[in-house]
């Protein structure tokens, strides 16, 4: 069976970076994979119902990241919608690509640590949006996005997810690990970024956006666009107050913004209106649903015990941790780093490597920053991917080689400091 699982999962993944090749959407792949890989299960199995209760959990924790991403998507769409981030476009006074690069990646890496990195690339990839009209001008700004969002938020217990888990888990604390983290993750984007900015060079010409959505006046807009960035912003506050899944925080925000833009449609007539029922309409479910195939997929691997064996064959054949650390950040830019990390963490307990131990601080950087190596190997990664239809051969040619470079000059610098 587990042989049988490996190869679909391969196959799957084989034709979910052939999308182009193939001329089938990389979202109906994920879901396919995930679809056969839970039947071939349950079918070699003799008790479904453990499976079936395994699915259900597996279901339980995805849709977490599946709303989140829902009402992040939404709340952008709609301050986009009321032309709010040309706030923030109009404040950018450079016509230089090089100079433009840097102020993207330093402000993804900062913004990063604050929301976390997968709202943080839908932000700034819907703010690139405005700034360059061509897409294939956008395509290095991107991919520099997804390194940046990811190394700004492995530095700090709410930027990503696995440092999130370890942080609840009681295996790193907030101010150790944002004092240990920070200059690895900082060289992990800074490298990426003097390599990246050499292929880039020239003037951009601004998008007028002088027409858009006329009927808008000023203060709506600043309205939206500070409630919306609030919402935002708000989501890892909620999160230490409540103790919510941060998905809840997510939609408390977009509930907020919703009554806040019928508040300001209330005397519009039904064309003038733009509500998050028309935001709803323009996000990309597609990417959504690639989301919820593909984490199905890992799911299977993390059910059948595979990763956790995974994690096992590393700790015996290797031995060194650090060794094992910097190989699980590699792995997780083709398997999703949340069951890697939690392999790792049923593998070593608490009483062997104590809390703010060197070995859960690599695990903290490298678990977040790796990912950056594939375009289908983080969050933001694959957020970015939806929206801005990346190939996944694209990004190997051109983004992967700088991103394993910043990854393990960052993990070398982690190294050295210790």
Same mark, same amino acid.
């Given at each position: ?51 079936? +209760? ?98 700004? $938020?492995?530095?700090?217990? +709410? ?145 059948? $015990? ?12 290797? $031995? ?8 699980? /950040? ?37 678990? $977040? ?7 289908? /190997? ?36 982690? +190294?050295?400091?210790?």
């Amino acid at each position: 069976m587990n042989t049988l699982i490996l190869v679909v999962f391969s196959i799957g993944y084989g034709l979910i970076a052939l999308e182009n090749k193939v001329k089938i959407n990389k979202a109906a792949i994920a879901l396919f994979t995930g679809g056969i890989l839970w039947s071939i299960y349950i079918l070699a199995m003799s008790g479904p119902e453990e499976v079936v +209760i395994q699915l259900v959990e597996h279901v339980g924790s995805i849709s977490q990241i599946i709303f989140f991403l829902i009402g992040a998507m939404t709340i952008v769409e709609l301050m986009d919608s009321y032309g709010g981030f040309d706030i923030i476009t109009t404040q950018i006074k450079t016509k230089n690509k090089r100079v433009l690069l840097i102020i993207i990646a330093f402000v993804t890496f900062f913004l990063s640590s604050v929301l976390d990195n997968l709202t943080t690339t839908i932000v700034m990839v819907t703010l690139m949006r405005k700034l360059l009209n061509k897409p294939n001008e956008r395509l290095l700004f991107v991919g520099m996005i997804v390194i940046a969002a990811n190394s700004g $938020g492995a530095w700090t217990p +709410i930027g990503d997810v696995t440092t999130t888990m370890l942080w609840i888990g009681g295996q790193i604390t907030t101010v150790n690990i944002m004092q240990k983290i920070f200059l690895p993750s900082l060289l992990s984007m800074i490298i990426p970024l003097l390599l990246i900015s050499r292929m880039i060079k020239g003037n951009f010409e601004r998008i007028d956006n002088t027409n858009h959505q006329s009927n808008i006046l000023g203060f709506e807009k600043r309205i939206v666009f500070i409630t919306g960035l609030s919402a935002l912003i708000f989501v890892p506050i909620f999160k230490s107050i409540t103790h919510l899944p941060p998905f809840m925080g997510m939609l408390f925000g977009l509930s907020v913004l919703w009554i806040v833009t019928e508040f300001l449609n209330k005397d519009k007539v039904h064309e003038q209106k733009i509500t998050v029922t028309h935001a709803l309409r323009k996000i990309d479910i597609p990417s959504v649903l690639f989301f919820l195939g593909i984490l199905l997929a890992v799911a299977v691997l993390d059910s059948t $015990g595979l990763l956790s064996n995974l994690a096992t064959i590393l700790n015996n054949s290797v $031995g060194n941790l650090k060794a094992i650390a910097v190989s699980l /950040g590699i792995l997780s830019s083709i398997i999703d780093n949340v069951p890697l990390v939690a392999a790792a963490m049923g593998m070593y307990d608490l009483q062997t490597f104590p809390t703010d131990h060197y070995f859960w601080e690599l695990i903290a950087y490298c678990a $977040g920053t790796g990912g950056s190596i594939l375009i289908i /190997g983080s969050a933001a990664g694959v957020a970015a991917m939806g929206i801005e239809k990346i190939d996944f051969f694209w990004y190997l040619k051109n983004i992967s080689l700088v991103a394993l470079i910043g990854y393990l000059a960052g993990a070398f610098l982690y +190294i050295l400091l210790l």
